[in-house]
């Protein structure tokens, strides 16, 4: 099982970096082996990472924003829309 946190390193959103540094944060805290994606570097893994975020997860304006984390290929985990805390389903 490889755990991937997909992430925008070059994000200009403060709270963006702020959820991403929070997510890769609790899993080296919890020693969760995991490995960064970051999808401003590759196109093909962005449409990746949107087309495999099911549908009743997608915002309902515009794309999904990082973090976002997979297990394999299973969707599971977004992060929040009030930047306050995410959360693994």
């Not at 087309?51 to 297990?71: H, M, T, V, W, Y």
Request: proline share 6%; with cysteine.
């Amino acid at each position: 099982m490889v755990i991937r946190v997909f992430i925008a390193s070059s994000s200009a959103s403060v709270a963006i970096k702020k959820r991403q540094q929070d997510v890769v944060r609790f899993l080296e805290a919890n020693r969760i082996e995991f490995e960064e994606v970051d999808i401003t570097m590759s196109e093909e893994k962005r449409q990746w990472m949107y087309k495999n975020i099911p549908e009743d997860r997608q915002p309902a304006q515009g794309n999904p924003l990082p973090p976002q984390i997979f297990s394999d290929d299973r969707y599971c985990g977004v992060s929040s829309c009030c930047g306050c805390h995410w959360m693994i389903y």
